[in-house]
C-alpha cells in the first residue's frame, strides 16, 4: 500500500485555494460596485454639463453619494469577507490539513510494519541491485543471523566485510538423511534438473562441507560464529541484520524454475522482522538443534575435529585444502557474477 502525492498546476491549486465567500465577492460584489461606480461617474458627468440650478444639485448628490456607498460598500465587503474566512474557513482547512497527516502517517505506519521495503524477483544469475542492498545492511550490522542451507554465501559475504560482526548461522545436518532432502527436490525442479536426485544429495553434501570450511575461513570477520545444524531446516532462506530481513522463497512454487528465488526485505520494526528474529533465536538456542562455535582462536586441528562432530566423517588435511580451494573458487565467481567489489 503505497501513498501518492499530488501536485496542482498553479491555476487549478488557486482555483482550489478559492472560498465560497470569494467566489461571491468576486462575483455579485463586483457586479454591485461596478454598477454603482457607472452610475456615479455618469451623475457626475451629466451634472458638470447643466447650468447650475435644482437640477444639477440634485445630480451631484447622487453622483457624489453613489461613489461614496460604492468605496464604503467596497471596504465593508473586504472587511467582513476576510474576517469571515478566518472565523470559519481557515480552521475548517487546517483540520482537514492535521487529518490527512495523522492519515498519512498511519498508512505510511502500516506500511513499514506489513510491507516489504524491497522485493527481489526469481533469476538465474545473482542480481547486482540485490546483493548491493544486502552488502550495505551488511556492513551496518553488529549482528549477523543467517539460517539456510549450507552458509556459503554469507561466508562470501563476511569476507568482503571490513568491520566485526557477530554470527549465528542454522543450517541442515549433514548427518541427517533427511534434513537436505527439501533442497535436493527444489533444484529438481529446477533448471539444472538435468541430473537425478542422488547426483544432487551427493553435490548437497559438498556445498555443506564447502560452507563450514568457508565459515572457519572467514572467522577473522567475526567476534564469534555459532552454528545450529538441524535436522529440518525451513526451505526458505533467512538473513538478519539490524536492521532488516531477508526472506528467500525457496518454498515459492512460481520461483521453482530459477536459482535464485524471490526474495522480500522488510525493515526494522515490521511485524515480519520481530517475529523472524525472534523465531531464529528461538531455533538456534533449542535443544533439537546441535550447537558448535567458531572463535577467532580456533585453529585448523581445532577446526578438523569440530568438523568431524558437526558431519561425522574426519577431515584431512589434503581433504581440507581441497574444500577451501573450492570455496574460494565459488568466492570469485559469486562476487563477479553479483559485482561485489572485493
Known amino acids: 500500500m503505497l501513498i501518492k502525492e499530488v501536485t496542482l498546476v ?54 457624489t453619494g453613489t461613489l461614496i456607498s460604492a468605496v464604503v460598500g467596497f471596504g465593508q465587503t473586504l472587511i467582513t469577507a476576510t474576517a469571515s474566512q478566518r472565523a470559519m474557513v481557515t480552521p475548517v482547512i487546517e483540520e482537514s490539513r492535521r487529518a490527512l497527516e495523522a492519515l498519512s ?46 552458509g556459503r554465501h554469507a561466508a562470501a559475504r563476511l569476507l568482503l566485510s571490513r568491520t566485526e560482526r557477530e554470527l549465528r548461522v542454522v543450517i541442515a545436518d549433514p548427518r541427517d538423511e533427511g534434513a537436505i532432502g527439501g533442497r535436493a527436490r527444489y533444484l529438481l525442479r529446477s533448471e539444472e534438473a538435468g541430473m537425478d536426485y542422488e547426483t544432487i544429495r551427493s553435490r548437497l553434501n559438498d556445498e555443506i562441507s564447502i560452507g563450514l570450511v568457508g565459515l572457519f575461513l ?7 560464529v555459532d552454528i545450529t545444524v538441524v535436522a529440518d531446516p525451513p526451505l526458505d532462506r533467512l538473513e538478519v541484520f539490524d536492521e532488516s530481513v531477508w526472506v528467500t522463497l525457496y518454498s515459492d512454487i512460481r520461483g521453482a524454475t530459477t536459482l535464485y528465488p524471490r526474495t522480500l526485505r522488510f525493515s526494522e520494526g515490521s511485524f515480519l522482522y520481530n517475529k523472524e528474529r525472534s523465531e ?53 565467481e559469486f562476487t563477479t557474477l553479483a559485482e561485489l567489489n572485493p
Open 10 to 63: 498553479p491555476a487549478e491549486a488557486d482555483r482550489l485555494r478559492r472560498t465560497p465567500l470569494q467566489e461571491i465577492f468576486w462575483t455579485r460584489t463586483s457586479l454591485l460596485l461596478t454598477v454603482l461606480v457607472v452610475v456615479a461617474g455618469l451623475s457626475l458627468w451629466i451634472s458638470s454639463m447643466m447650468d447650475p440650478g435644482a437640477g444639477k444639485t440634485l445630480l451631484t448628490s447622487l453622483g
Open 280 to 332: 531464529f533465536l528461538r531455533v538456534s538456542q533449542s535443544r533439537s538443534g546441535r550447537h558448535f562455535r567458531i572463535s577467532t582462536t580456533t585453529t585448523r586441528a581445532d577446526f578438523l575435529a569440530l568438523y568431524e562432530k558437526i558431519t561425522g566423517s574426519p577431515l584431512s588435511e589434503e581433504n581440507f585444502l581441497e574444500l577451501e580451494g573450492k570455496f574460494h573458487s565459488f568466492r570469485k
Open 218 to 224: 572467514a572467522r577473522s570477520r567475526c567476534s564469534l
Open 105 to 150: 502517517a498511519e498508512y505510511r505506519s502500516l506500511n513499514k510494519e506489513f510491507f516489504p521495503t524491497h522485493v527481489f524477483e526469481a533469476t538465474t544469475d545473482p542480481d547486482p541491485l540485490f546483493n548491493r542492498v544486502m552488502t550495505e545492511d551488511l556492513d551496518v550490522a553488529r549482528h549477523y543471523f543467517f539460517r539456510g542451507f549450507s
